[in-house]
T-cell receptor
Framework: DAKTTQPTSMDCAEGRAANLPCNHS???????VYWYRQIHSQGPQYIIH???NNETNEMASLIITEDRKSSTLILPHATLRDTAVYYC??????????????FGKGTKLSVIP | DTAVSQTPKYLVTQMGNDKSIKCEQN?????MYWYKQDSKKFLKIMFS???????INETVPNRFSPKSPDKAHLNLHINSLELGDSAVYFC??????????????FGPGTRLLVL
């Protein structure tokens, strides 16, 4: 899996949008960008994924640059329950390696009242 | 209303012991999984069961034996524990057989430490 770089930590005011950046300059053509999070003492929670187009679901939006070397996860209205470590992971979606994840250090997002 | 639960949350034991980790899901899913996450935070699948039938069996030592009494439960029994078994073990479930990783709901994990 390609390597990713994320800021160590970020703060966000409750109710505001949280924008979490990720660099993945060595991403290959068949690798997707995935975002997961882990709230303290809980298992990994899938948020969103994309290949090259921007994606939106009920949890978040994912903006991927045209060259696919970086992306931004957007939580449109952060709540206190969104405080967690967020992981940006690039990986294949099928075949060998599709049932494994390599978590980097992630970004610790603190949502402040 | 926990979706996927695991017990125990922490497990500290001596080398050579036999231990079990239990997993239950109340989502009505047909497929359950066991994953191992090592100290480098690499999460890898070990087993998957669909409706009590073994579907995926990755290359893990045969000291590890999953048991599924019904489709809501998938327990993991480990014989003759070794130091290298220390890790976090996650149970997961999904509504589809061998569903992609993003369709899987993970439990809180069991932190196993073998001394």
């Amino acid at each position: 899996d390609a390597k990713t770089t994320q800021p160590t930590s970020m703060d966000c005011a409750e109710g505001r949008a949280a924008n979490l950046p990720c660099n993945h300059s060595t991403i290959s053509g068949n690798e997707y960008v995935y975002w997961y999070r882990q709230i303290h003492s809980q298992g990994p929670q899938y948020i969103i994924h994309g290949l090259k187009n921007n994606e939106t679901n009920e949890m978040a939006s994912l903006i991927i640059t045209e060259d696919r070397k970086s992306s931004t996860l957007i939580l449109p209205h952060a709540t206190l329950r969104d405080t967690a470590v967020y992981y940006c992971i690039v990986r294949v979606r099928s075949g060998a390696g599709s049932y494994q994840l390599t978590f980097g250090k992630g970004t610790k997002l603190s949502v402040i009242p | 209303d926990t979706a996927v639960s695991q017990t125990p949350k922490y497990l500290v034991t001596q080398m050579g012991n036999d231990k079990s980790i239990k997993c239950e899901q109340n989502l009505g899913h047909d497929t359950m999984y066991w994953y191992k996450q090592d100290s480098k935070k690499f999460l890898k699948i070990m087993f998957s069961y669909n409706n009590k039938e073994l579907i995926i069996n990755e290359t893990v030592p045969n000291r590890f034996s999953p048991k599924s009494p019904d489709k809501a439960h998938l327990n993991l029994h480990i014989n003759s524990l070794e130091l290298g078994d220390s890790a976090v073990y996650f149970c997961a479930s999904s509504p589809w057989t061998s569903g992609p990783l993003e369709t899987q709901y993970f439990g809180p994990g069991t932190r196993l430490l073998v001394l």
